[in-house]
C-alpha cells in the first residue's frame, strides 16, 4: 500500500500538469502552434571538445598563376620621302703662308743678328727652301781680349714625295769662330798676334756638308726598303787640322705575321789630318730590331753589333737595344724601360760643337756608351699638364773630359781626357699648355759620378741642371718669352807647384749659376713686327769654362718681316 502511494502522487501531478500545459496551449496564438504528424524522435548531437594538446594548422597559399598574352597588333605606316635642298658648301679658307721671313737687329757688345728663311709653299709634290743665319758679338774682355764671336751658316734642304717614299737633300755651310781668350794678357806677350796668317789666339771651324736620303712613309703599308742615306762633311780649323767624313746608310723592314722586323746597317768613314799625325776611323754597325704594337703596350726589342776600326785596335761591340712601354691608365700615365748603347764618334766636328777652345793638335779617340738602362713614367695630370719622371744607369768607356793645358803656362786651350764611368741620372720634366696662348717647360737632372780613381773628378761637369722656357701670346700681338738655365757647382783640374819645385794636381771649384733671359715680340702687322732680348739679365759674370768668363748683361734689338 505505501509503494503505491508514491506512483500514484505521481500520475496525478503528471496529469494536473498536462491539464495545465494543454490549456496554455490553448491560449496560445496561431504562429506558435506546431502539429507533430508523426513520431518524435529527439537526437544528441556529439560535444565539441577542446583537446588538451591543441595543434594550429596552417593551409599553404599559393599566388595563382597568370598567363599574359600580347594580343599582335600592327600600324600601318606610310613612308613620304622629302626632298633635300642642295648643300652649299664653303671652303674654310687656309692660313695665309709666307715665302720668306727676314729677322735683323743689333745689340750691345757690338752684336749684329741677323736671320732670313725662304721656303716653298703648300704642296703635295715637293718642298723646298732655305735658311741663313749670322750672330756675332766683336766685344773686348778689360778693352784688351777679345772675347767675341761668330755663329754663322746656310742651310738649303728639299724634299719629293713619292708613292711610298720620301727624297730627301739638304747641304749646309757653318762658320764658328771664337777667341782663345782665357789667360791674362798682362803676363804674356804674342810674337804673332797680328801676323799675315792670323792671330794665334783666333780659331774659326769651318764646315760644309751635303746629304741625301730615302725614307719610307711609315703610315702606310711596310716596305722592304724602309730607308737609305748616304752622306758627306768636311770640316777644317785655323791650325792646320781637317777631317773628312763620309757615311752610307740602309735598311729594310719585312712583317713576321702581325709584328714587324727592321734590319739597318751603317758605314761611317773620318779621315783626320793633324800637324802632327794623320788618322782613319771606321764605324761599322748592324742592328736587327723586332717591334711589336698593341693597345695598351709596345715593344722594340733587338741587338747592336758594332766595329770600331783605327789605325792601331779593332773593338768588337755588342749593344742591347730594348724600348718596352706599359698605358697603366689608358692614354694618360705610361710606365716605360729600356736599355741601349752605341759608338760615339770625337772628331774635329763633334768636339768643337761642344768645346770650342780645345786644342785640335792632340790625339782624340772616340766614347763607347757600353750600357744605359733607364725607366720611368710618363703621363698627363690633366689636358693641359704633363710630366715625365725617370732613373738611369749609364757606363761608358773612355768618357771624354777637357782639362786647361797647362804645358804651355797659358791654360787657355783644353785637352781630351778619357775616363770609364758609371753615371747614375735622375730627371724629371713637367710641362703645362693652355692652348695656344702658354707653354711652360721645367727640367732637371741629377747625376752620381762613380770615376776609376779619387783623384779623377768629372771635369767641367756639372751634376745638377735645371733649364726652364716659357712662351705667352697675347691675341697675336705681343708674344713673350722666357728662359732660365742654371747648373750647379763643377770642378775643374789645376796644378800647384810646393816651395821645392814639386808639381801635384788639384781641383778648382767653379760657382754654380743661373743664366734667366726674357724677350718680347710685338706684331703690328702679321708681315711685320719689333722683337727685344735681353739675355743674362742679372747681369751675371760666370765661367762657362775654367778661366772663360761669360759676356754680362747684353741685348739685341731690331724689326721681323715677312713676304
Known sequence: ????????????????SNIAIAQDLERLPD????????????????????TSKPEVMHEEAGLPKVNYSILPKSKEINYEAQPLQAANLSNEPLAKLYNGFIKAGFGNYTMPFFEASFSSLRSKKYQAGFFARYHASYAKLNKVRNFGFTDAGIIGFGKYFLKNHVLGAKVEYDVDENYYYGFDRNDVTFANANSAKGDSLNQVFHHVGINVDLNAIREKKLRILDQMAIGYGYTRDNFQAEEHYAALS???????????????TSF????????????????????PEFRAKRERWGIDLGVNFALDVNDTTTKVLIFPVLDFHYFIVKKMLRFYVGAKGGVTRNGLRSISQINPY????????????????????????????GFDLSVAEIITGQQIFFVNDTTGGLGNKFLTEYHDTRVTSF???????LKSKLQLVAEAEYRLFVMPTDSIKPWHEAPFRFTFSGNYNLKDKLIFKASISAYGERLARGFST???????????????????????EYRYRKWIGAFVDFRNIAALRYDIWKQYPSQRFSFIAGLNFSF
Not at 761611317?268 to 742592328?287: E, M
Not at 786644342?359 to 703621363?379: A, C, H, I, M, P
Open 1 to 16: 500500500m505505501k509503494k503505491l502511494v508514491p506512483y500514484l502522487l505521481g500520475l496525478s501531478f503528471f496529469g494536473v
Open 31 to 50: 504562429s506558435l502552434r506546431f502539429t507533430i504528424r508523426k513520431e518524435y524522435r529527439p537526437v544528441a548531437r556529439d560535444a565539441k571538445k577542446i
Open 250 to 264: 740602309g735598311g729594310v723592314a719585312f712583317n713576321i705575321k702581325k709584328e714587324e722586323m727592321f734590319i739597318k
Open 268 to 287: 761611317d768613314y773620318y779621315n783626320l789630318t793633324q800637324p802632327i799625325q794623320k788618322t782613319n776611323n771606321l764605324i761599322w754597325a748592324i742592328q
Open 358 to 385: 780645345f786644342d785640335t793638335d792632340q790625339t782624340l779617340s772616340n766614347s763607347w756608351e757600353r750600357l744605359n738602362v733607364y725607366g720611368g713614367f710618363k703621363g698627363s695630370i690633366t689636358r693641359s699638364i
Open 427 to 433: 730627371k724629371g720634366a713637367l710641362s703645362y699648355q
Open 498 to 520: 810646393d816651395s821645392l819645385g814639386v808639381v801635384s794636381m788639384t781641383s778648382t771649384t767653379l760657382k754654380g749659376y743661373a743664366d734667366a733671359s726674357i724677350g718680347v
